[in-house]
């Protein structure tokens, strides 16, 4: 093996670890555990700038060898992180970070405080006899997943780096092995609070809830019940954040309470997938046999999500739990009214609406009915609307957009209605056009095109990785470069189902 797992050579990063500083039964100390030839194979020179880090890219082996968990930097103080969830609505009451380790936070040149973890670094007490690594496979695709959605505007993780190990690791198949470097504003999870609360510990609630206050929502400090204010912030964040996801066709696919964060990242990108033809019904993840988290069901679980998280926060909230309940579900209802009213201002957006009409949910939820009779890609469909709505582009683009539906006598009814709710808008065409362009992605990462980045990659061909990453940067522009990233599958080149990669 190379390197000491226990040796402090190196100054990378400018540590303040504030989780760690928390009680003892919050979190197990743990080292990587070092790997035989570690090899970097992708490094964000950009985000690492963010961080402050200081990173010698002349010598990328002794770069990957921190990055790998070989050497352990100075200020670093890793550990494995306790928590719970429910997972498909079971709930396991100990799960904790089981091959992820938590190398320590940094606070970033905005001033904003940040945890840098490595996935598949090794086991931890937490790790259920797993083996603690992860496969290069869905390393890269977190990796990919996560930029792609920084990149789109929607809040997730961020990918500071992927390693090779020069290790295999045992999956269904032998397959390379990797570590995942991970940046996230805390990994601090709805199923964290489930652990504290499985165990009636009252005090670790508070403990818990008072330091999310203050990484999180400081301004949250001074209220008369910081605690109830603290569900509704996580509330509101969540249904924002999973506006978001319906308005980019985002499917997650596995929205346990474990993989809900408290600061309203999103986090985990396991058998996450975006949605071609749109199918309100359409579940990727291989484990989802019942469509728990289908697409349409997001917003619901997101809900039944803070209800969990409600249940933790009751002794905190009020002593008298009658009255906690009331409080709670008062915030319930307004993650509903959030949501809804989050949504239409996405899809408002989406459709070229610059004013409010009391009709224009149901005008958008025709396209969508539109969209599921035609079989009609996400994606495409919007971004062609943009292109109609500027008059300048004439017919062609009319004719485009309706191509693009099975039955386009529907879709050329809906075009009808959304020409006669746009008159009298006080807003040219062309400025329309460039709006809609601007929250309307031409480009994703498609499912096809991710998978066969990964097949290409574990054959030691990086190249189809690198190109996808490029073309995701700039996912709002139309670059002739890239335009093959912006063609729905052909039906041979459909993913049908995605993988957890644990």
Not at 90 to 113: C, K, S, W, Y
Not at 248 to 264: C, K, Q
Not at 389 to 407: I, M, P, Q, R
Not at 416 to 439: F, N, T
Request: charged share 25%; glycine share 8%.
């Amino acid at each position: 093996m190379s390197g000491n797992p226990r040796r402090r050579s190196v100054s990378v990063f400018q540590f303040d670890n504030s989780y760690a500083r928390l009680p003892e039964r919050f979190h197990a100390a743990v080292y990587p555990e070092p790997v035989e030839g570690p090899v970097l194979l992708k490094f964000n020179a950009a985000l690492a700038d963010e961080l402050g880090m200081v990173a010698d890219l002349s010598d990328p082996a002794r770069l990957a060898a921190v990055l790998a968990g070989n050497v352990v930097p100075a200020g670093a103080m890793p550990l494995a992180m306790a928590y719970a969830g429910h997972q498909f609505g079971n709930f396991v009451p100990q799960l904790g970070d089981g091959r992820a380790i938590l190398l320590g936070e940094v606070v970033d040149a905005a001033g904003t405080r940040r945890d840098v973890q490595l996935k598949g670094a090794g086991p931890t007490p937490f790790s259920r006899r797993g083996d603690g690594r992860a496969a290069l496979g869905p390393v890269l695709r977190e990796y990919i997943l996560s930029e792609a959605m920084n990149a789109l505007g929607v809040r997730a993780t961020r990918a500071l780096a992927a390693v090779a190990t020069g290790e295999p690791v045992q999956r269904e198949t032998l397959q390379p092995g990797a570590v995942f470097v991970r940046v996230a504003a805390s990994h601090v999870r709805i199923g964290t609070f489930q652990y504290f609360a499985a165990r009636q510990d009252v005090d670790g609630l508070r403990t818990l809830a008072d330091y999310v206050i203050e990484r999180h929502y400081p301004h949250l400090k001074g209220d008369a019940n910081p605690y109830s204010s603290l569900l509704r912030a996580v509330a509101i964040a969540q249904a924002d954040l999973i506006a978001a996801w319906m308005g980019i066709g985002f499917i997650h696919g596995v929205m346990n309470t474990d993989n809900m964060t408290l600061s309203g990242e999103t986090i985990d990108f396991g058998p996450c997938a975006f949605l071609d033809d749109y199918d309100p019904m359409k579940v990727f993840s291989s484990i989802d046999q019942g469509g728990r988290y289908a697409y349409r069901n997001q917003p619901g679980i997101g809900q039944w999500n803070i209800a969990r998280l409600a249940e933790c926060l009751l002794p905190l909230i009020d002593a008298d739990e009658e009255k906690a309940v009331v409080i709670a579900n008062e915030v319930l209802a307004e993650f509903g009214q959030r949501f809804q009213s989050q949504w239409l201002d996405v899809f408002r957006a989406k459709i070229g609406l610059q004013e409010e009409a009391d009709d224009d949910g149901d005008l958008v939820q025709g396209l969508l009915a539109a969209m599921h009779a035609g079989e009609a890609d996400f994606t495409l469909t919007f971004r062609r609307l943009s292109a109609v709505a500027d008059e300048a582009a004439g017919g062609d683009a009319e004719a485009a957009f309706l191509s693009g539906f099975k039955d386009a006598a529907k879709a050329g009814d809906w075009l009808a209605r959304w020409r006669a709710r746009l008159q009298g808008e006080q807003i040219s065409a062309a400025d329309r056009a460039a709006a809609m362009a601007a929250v309307n992605p031409a480009v994703i990462p498609r499912n096809h095109k991710v998978e066969e980045a990964l097949a290409a990659a574990n054959y030691g061909d990086l190249s189809f990785f690198e190109r996808l990453l490029a073309a995701l940067e700039k996912p709002y522009e139309d670059r002739p470069e890239f335009a093959d990233y912006t063609v729905p599958p052909k039906p041979e080149e459909r993913v049908l189902q995605t993988f957890c990669g644990t």
